[in-house]
């Protein structure tokens, strides 16, 4: 689980991002946002060279 963020700094976050939310959606988006890390930290894992199947196809091996 990611770190906490504090309110204050999820509102720099909104704001930099230029959002403007009502209270009812920044609580919401807030509540939501230690989730949205982990997915995001999920999908940029790099990936190696076997990963691509494409990457290791050989038409000569057949």
Do not use: Q, W
């Amino acid at each position: 689980m990611p770190d906490p963020i504090t309110k204050e700094a999820f509102a720099a976050i909104v704001a930099d991002r230029g959002l403007s939310l009502s209270p009812e959606r920044f609580e919401e988006f807030y509540a939501l946002y230690p989730l949205v890390r982990e997915i995001r930290a999920r999908l940029r894992n790099p990936r190696g060279y076997d990963a691509e199947p494409a990457s290791i196809f050989s038409p000569g091996a057949f």
